[in-house]
C-alpha cells in the first residue's frame, strides 16, 4: 500500500515535473527536511483528495502565487497548469483575473511569464 508521502511525493513529481521535485528534495542535507514537510503537507494534504481535480487545482495556485506577487512559485505553477491540460485561454483569463482584484503590475508580471512557460510547451510539443 502506498503511503500518504509516497502518494504526495508522485502528485507533487507529476504536477511540478520529475527533475525540479527530485533536485530541489536532495539539494542539501539542510533543505531536505523542509522539502519533506512541504512534500507532506501542501502536496499531502493540498493536493491529493479527490474533490478537486489537478487543473482546478493549479488555476487556483496560479491565482493565489499571482495575487501574491511570488514570481518563482508562479512560473513553476503555470507550468504545473499547462502539465495538468491547462490552455492558454484557462490561464489568461486567471491571471487577467487577478490583474483585477490583486493588482495589474502582477498581473503583467505574471502573464508575462506565463507566455515564457506556453512558449516552452508548444516547442516541446512540436518536438
Request: aromatic share 8%.
Amino acid at each position: 500500500m502506498e503511503s500518504k508521502f509516497d502518494k504526495a511525493l508522485e502528485v507533487r513529481r507529476k504536477v511540478l515535473g520529475t527533475d525540479y521535485v527530485n533536485a530541489v528534495m536532495v539539494r542539501s542535507d539542510f533543505i531536505a527536511p523542509f522539502q519533506e514537510f512541504v512534500t507532506n503537507f501542501a502536496w499531502g494534504e493540498g493536493w491529493v483528495d479527490e474533490a478537486l481535480d489537478l487543473k482546478t487545482r493549479s488555476l487556483i495556485t496560479v491565482a493565489i502565487v499571482t495575487s501574491l506577487g511570488q514570481l518563482e512559485e508562479v512560473k513553476l505553477h503555470v507550468a504545473g497548469a499547462i502539465r495538468n491540460g491547462a490552455t492558454a485561454a484557462e490561464l489568461g483569463a486567471v491571471i487577467k483575473h487577478c490583474a483585477i482584484y490583486a493588482g495589474i503590475a502582477r498581473g503583467v508580471a505574471a502573464m508575462n511569464i506565463a507566455d515564457v512557460e506556453l512558449a516552452k510547451a508548444r516547442e516541446a510539443k512540436d518536438k
